[in-house]
């Protein structure tokens, strides 16, 4: 199985402002995602971070506001821009190693927008 | 990727078993059926997945049905750290949905001593 680490663990910001979150793998893996899940709802994919090019974005999240960077196999970040109290929320970063079909998950990093 | 029904909640007794139900009766040919949960104020956490056959391992139980139109995710005894919330998805895990997960609602799970 694969350690991650997101840091930070949480944050309160200022609306207008920008957070990075970083994803930290123990291992090497083949394919991380970025989740959001907002206040009492489900999780839902914001995008896959690929190694040394854009990420490819779901339907409804566009790179200038979640600008997302993946230099290498255990790490990426995961901006959030232009913060609104509707950016709240946790924002997840998960990974597949290997050909394993198997996802693992951060803690999340829970954000607050004031 | 097929759309998923599951109970919004469900109870279960400690050291009984808990049978959360998952409806999928649009799943295609190719498609896997995973769970996932989620403890509060954790990511989730994989827990079986399968095509067509029975899975067991060392945390659950995964039965599906001849037709795979619907499958049980069975925690042989339940304790009070398996209340969660426990997402069924159905996938291909391939091609361009490599790795993607699509999450519906789950079934909140409580287990009561």
């Known amino acids: 199985s694969a350690v991650i680490s997101q840091k930070p663990s949480r944050d309160i910001c200022q609306r207008g402002t920008s957070l990075t979150i970083q994803c930290q793998v123990d291992?090497?893996?083949?394919?991380m995602f970025w989740y959001r899940q907002q206040p009492g709802q489900s999780l839902t994919l914001i995008a896959t971070a690929n190694q040394g090019s854009e990420a490819t974005y779901e339907s409804g999240f566009v790179i200038d506001k979640f600008p997302i960077s993946r230099p290498n196999l255990t790490f990426s970040t995961l901006t959030v821009s232009n913060m609104s109290p509707e950016d709240s929320s946790i924002y997840l970063c998960?990974?597949?190693?290997?050909?394993?079909?198997?996802?693992?998950f951060g803690q999340g990093t829970r954000l607050t927008v004031v | 990727d097929a759309k998923t029904t599951q109970p919004t909640s469900m109870d279960c007794a400690e050291g009984r078993a808990a049978n959360l139900p998952c409806n999928h009766s649009t799943i295609s040919g190719n498609e896997y059926v995973y769970w996932y949960r989620q403890i509060h104020s954790q990511g989730p956490q994989y827990i079986i997945h399968?095509?067509?056959n029975n899975e067991t391992n060392e945390m659950a139980s995964l039965i599906i049905t001849e037709d795979r139109k619907s499958s049980t995710l069975i925690l042989p005894h339940a304790t009070l750290r398996d209340t969660a919330v426990y997402y069924c998805i159905v996938c291909w895990p391939g091609g361009t949905s490599y790795g993607k997960l699509t999450f519906g609602q789950g079934t909140i799970l409580t287990v009561h001593p």
């Open positions: 291992s090497q893996v083949t394919m």
């Open positions: 399968g095509l067509k």
């Open positions: 998960s990974v597949i190693q290997g050909y394993s079909t198997e996802a693992f």
